[in-house]
């Protein structure tokens, strides 16, 4: 089989990079491992107010928007509570926005193959294997001719070993339960900082008046114990909650999360990276899903230059370290939660959060 682009990993990044490169006009496979996209979700599936406005995205799929941020020290006494005066968030349906998507690439000509493993490169093919592998026989090895490969496989991307990119290093381990809840209070994202909880990160609840986001995050040789022993802990005491009955079963979400900016190099010359392979994930607030699609956009464009010029050298303006400036400030305030390791430390810190000066500064972060 010969076709211009194999994406591989059928996360966000990479239904959006293989949809849009599929109505440009290019012969597009998109694999994934798993034979059916709704499980496994890892992602919390909150977007901000920017993505909403700039990406079309189904409103059905979308729950009610939420204007209120509580931000809670150790100990949850004397929390900080922020409230724009715009739409900041809403949480999506992450498994109907992946069956959504699914439907979008197929529909732009794209070959979706389910089941089936990224197993390397080999010259100049991909090998892809498993009994979605297409036209391989079961459990088959199939090679794949392809111009460019697109790496969208994740935190600990192979794509990336295989093609000489950067990899992440500097990684959080998350861990979420999610469950359905009784409509009624105002929608609100409750922030936990507490080293204790989330060691160098945030715990937190997105309660939206539809379904309740309980989660923990952080590094992971830090956990005192596991990360899900520790959401466990949260959980019997996390805000936001009250009148809320936790049913027996809910969804488990959890992984990793790369906290240490868009790599350097994430392009050359026979293909590149867009999603959490690249880091494209904000590194202070670990909000993945806008720098996500907005990576991913750019490299459509260039891949579809490089496609139609017929010059791998169009791929250099993929270039990693040059979108790493814009995130300076905040790669080096993630320096600085990193070394935050006990309570009294953070419990300080929200002393100047509730200056005008520090609420604002919450604000820009949060909201912006």
Same mark, same amino acid.
Not at 167 to 189: I, K
Not at 197 to 226: E, M
Not at 302 to 307: G, I, K
């Given at each position: 089989?010969?076709?211009? !682009?194999?994406?591989?990993?059928? *996360?966000?990044?990479?239904?959006? #990079?293989?949809?849009?490169? &599929?109505?440009? &006009?290019?012969?597009?496979?998109?694999?994934?491992?798993?034979?059916?996209?709704?499980?496994?979700?890892?992602?919390?599936?909150?977007?901000?107010?920017?993505?909403?406005?700039?990406?079309? +995205?189904?409103?059905?799929?979308?729950?009610?928007?939420?204007?209120?941020?509580?931000?809670?020290?150790?100990?949850?006494?004397?929390?900080?509570?922020?409230?724009?005066?715009?739409?900041?968030?809403?949480?999506?349906?992450?498994?109907?926005?992946?069956?959504?998507?699914?439907?979008?690439?197929?529909?732009? *000509?794209?070959?979706?193959?389910? *089941?089936?493993?990224? +197993? $390397?490169?080999?010259? $100049?093919?991909?090998?892809? *294997?498993?009994?979605?592998?297409? @036209?391989?026989?079961?459990?088959?090895?199939?090679? !794949? #001719?392809?111009?460019?490969? !697109?790496?969208?496989?994740?935190?600990?991307?192979?794509?990336?070993?295989? =093609?000489? +990119?950067?990899?992440?290093? /500097? =990684?959080?381990?998350?861990?979420?339960?999610?469950?359905?809840?009784?409509?009624? &209070?105002?929608?609100?994202?409750?922030?936990?900082?507490?080293?204790?909880?989330?060691?160098?990160?945030?715990?937190?609840?997105?309660?939206? @008046?539809?379904?309740?986001?309980?989660?923990?995050? @952080?590094?992971?040789?830090?956990?005192?114990?596991?990360?899900?022993?520790?959401?466990? /802990?949260?959980?019997? !005491?996390?805000?936001?909650?009250?009148?809320?009955?936790?049913?027996?079963?809910?969804?488990?979400?959890?992984?990793?999360?790369?906290?240490?900016?868009?790599?350097?190099?994430?392009?050359?010359?026979?293909?590149?990276?867009?999603?959490?392979?690249?880091?494209?994930?904000?590194?202070? #607030?670990?909000? @993945?899903?806008?720098?996500?699609?907005?990576? %991913?956009?750019?490299?459509?464009?260039?891949?579809?230059?490089?496609?139609?010029?017929?010059?791998?050298?169009?791929?250099?303006?993929?270039?990693?370290?040059? =979108?790493?400036?814009?995130?300076? %400030? /905040?790669?080096?305030?993630?320096?600085?939660?990193?070394?935050?390791?006990?309570?009294?430390?953070? #419990?300080?810190?929200?002393?100047?959060?509730?200056?005008?000066?520090?609420?604002?500064?919450? &604000?820009?972060?949060?909201?912006?």
């Amino acid at each position: 089989m010969d076709v211009d !682009v194999v994406v591989v990993g059928a *996360g966000l990044a990479g239904l959006y #990079t293989a949809a849009e490169l &599929g109505r440009r &006009g290019h012969d597009v496979l998109l694999v994934d491992r798993r034979p059916v996209l709704t499980g496994a979700i890892r992602t919390t599936g909150i977007f901000v107010r920017r993505t909403l406005e700039d990406f079309a +995205l189904p409103a059905a799929l979308l729950g009610p928007p939420i204007r209120r941020v509580v931000l809670y020290p150790p100990g949850l006494r004397r929390p900080v509570t922020l409230v724009s005066r715009r739409d900041e968030f809403r949480v999506a349906d992450m498994a109907g926005l992946y069956a959504w998507a699914a439907e979008e690439a197929r529909a732009a *000509g794209v070959r979706l193959a389910l *089941g089936t493993r990224y +197993l $390397g490169r080999e010259g $100049g093919a991909v090998l892809l *294997g498993g009994p979605g592998g297409p @036209g391989g026989g079961p459990r088959g090895v199939t090679a !794949v #001719t392809a111009r460019f490969l !697109v790496g969208a496989d994740g935190a600990r991307s192979r794509v990336a070993r295989d =093609l000489g +990119l950067d990899r992440n290093t /500097r =990684l959080l381990v998350g861990a979420e339960d999610v469950y359905p809840v009784a409509p009624g &209070g105002e929608p609100t994202f409750h922030c936990v900082v507490d080293p204790s909880l989330a060691p160098g990160y945030l715990a937190w609840v997105v309660n939206d @008046g539809q379904h309740a986001h309980v989660g923990v995050a @952080g590094y992971p040789q830090r956990f005192t114990a596991g990360v899900r022993q520790t959401l466990g /802990r949260f959980a019997a !005491v996390a805000p936001g909650l009250a009148g809320t009955e936790r049913p027996r079963h809910v969804e488990r979400r959890g992984g990793p999360i790369p906290v240490g900016g868009v790599l350097r190099r994430i392009a050359g010359p026979y293909g590149l990276l867009v999603g959490d392979a690249a880091g494209a994930v904000s590194p202070l #607030t670990a909000g @993945g899903l806008d720098p996500c699609l907005r990576l %991913s956009a750019h490299a459509v464009d260039v891949l579809d230059e490089a496609l139609r010029s017929g010059r791998r050298s169009a791929l250099a303006r993929y270039d990693g370290a040059a =979108l790493r400036s814009r995130f300076r %400030s /905040r790669l080096a305030m993630r320096r600085a939660l990193a070394g935050v390791r006990g309570t009294a430390v953070a #419990t300080g810190a929200f002393a100047g959060l509730r200056t005008p000066p520090g609420r604002a500064a919450a &604000g820009r972060i949060l909201f912006a």
